[in-house]
Structures are given as C-alpha cells and as structure tokens.
C-alpha cells in the first residue's frame, strides 16, 4: 500500500520521518554485509530476491490514494538475511518506488513505518517465539515462520494502514471497509503463499542462504 502524504497532517508525517530514520540509520550500522558477501549463494538470493520484491512493489491495484494492494515480502527477507539487512533492503525499494511514481517523499517514514519496520520487527518476534516454544523441524519452520507469519504480517500492515486512513484523513470506516478491508483477504492470502513457497524452496534447495534456518537444529536426528 502507499500512504499518500497529502492526506495526512505534517506533523504526524514528520515525526514518522524521525522514527523511520532512527530505525534505518540503527539497520545501516548494525547490518552485516561483510557476511553476507562472503557467501555467495546468499549474494545471489539477495540481489535476485531484492529485484523481486521491487517488481512486486510496482505492481498496485487499487481504487482511490490510500487504497492499493502490492507484495510486501518483508517476512521473506527477514528470514533470510535479518532484520537489519532486511529493513535496508526493503528501504531502498520503496525509495525507488518513490521515485519511479513520483510520490511525495515526506510520507516516507510513515508508509516505511508500516509497511517496513512493523512487518519485519513482527516477524522477528515469531521467529523468536516459535524458536522458543515450539519443535525445531522443517515442516513447524516453513509452516509457522513462512505461511502463517506472511499472512499474519500482511494482515498487520492492512488493519494499521486502515486506522490511520479512518483516524487522520477524511475518508470513514466505511470508505475504508468497503473500498480496501473488504478486498484485503486476497492480498493476505496472497502474501501468505508466496513468503510460505519461497521460504520452502530457499530453506529445501538452499538452506545456506536463510540465516535463521540450521541444518543441525532443524533436520538432524528428526
């Protein structure tokens, strides 16, 4: 989704820009490109994955400015290079989104907010829990990490997106149900295939590009 900055007041724009950019600036210090770049299975998952993810940004249905549907895929990259890889990488599609639509770049922070850092630091926190809490296999990995965490993170991104059309800008809950709610479960489904499909293909054919997956955690002795 794109949140057009000429619906919302500046001051909120603003003071996302200064959140964003706090949490950008920490994923740029503390991402680990050397490691990434000493692997060169994961160098080709990135720059392909990153290429995949702009198309997907680029193609957005909707009706009206606020309401349009894309591909996220931030469940996706986190599994596979970490949350602060994942932030910059998704940071400089939607720059380029940006700049290729010619959209406002205040709104910047705000769509990255919601559509970058909400969705990654999510499906972290899942990561985590199922790490935790449930049985290190591949089927609980691919299943609970890829189908049901994109989903569930798309659903995320959907209902914030909706509170702040229906809280800040002058379109009601009913504009906001009958033109973006009421289509959402496709894009939710949709997301929650394509991060579960290639989550499998990666973890199965080359398990040395997800960072978060182990061969000796997840497949020995099960």
């Not at 080709?44 to 249905?61: K, P, Y």
């Not at 549907?69 to 931030?74: S, Y």
């Not at 209902?159 to 149900?177: K, P, Q």
């Amino acid at each position: 989704m794109n949140l057009p900055a000429q619906l919302f007041p500046s001051d909120l724009l603003w003071l996302a820009n200064f959140l964003f950019a706090a949490l950008l600036g920490k994923a740029l210090w503390r991402a680990r490109f050397s490691a990434l770049l000493d692997n060169q299975w994961r160098v080709h998952a990135l720059i392909g994955l990153t290429i995949w993810v702009f198309l997907f940004w680029q193609l957005s249905a909707g009706v009206r400015p606020g309401f349009n549907f894309h591909l996220i895929g931030a469940t996706l990259l986190m599994l596979l290079f970490g949350r602060h890889v994942a932030i910059v990488l998704l940071s400089l599609v939607m720059i380029a989104t940006f700049w290729r639509n010619g959209f406002d770049y205040l709104s910047l922070g705000l769509n990255g907010l919601v559509m970058i850092a909400l969705p990654v630091y999510f499906s972290e926190q899942v990561l985590h829990f199922t790490q935790r809490n449930l049985p290190k296999n591949l089927f609980m990995f691919v299943l609970g990490n890829g189908f049901v965490c994109g989903g569930v993170s798309m659903l995320l991104i959907v209902l914030t997106g909706s509170f702040l059309l229906a809280a800040f800008t002058h379109y009601t809950w009913d504009n906001v149900l009958n033109n973006y709610l009421v289509f959402s479960p496709i894009i939710i489904l949709v997301e929650a295939f394509t991060c579960g499909i290639l989550t499998t293909a990666f973890t199965v054919f080359a398990p040395q590009c997800v960072l978060h997956f182990s061969d000796k955690e997840y497949l020995h002795g099960k």
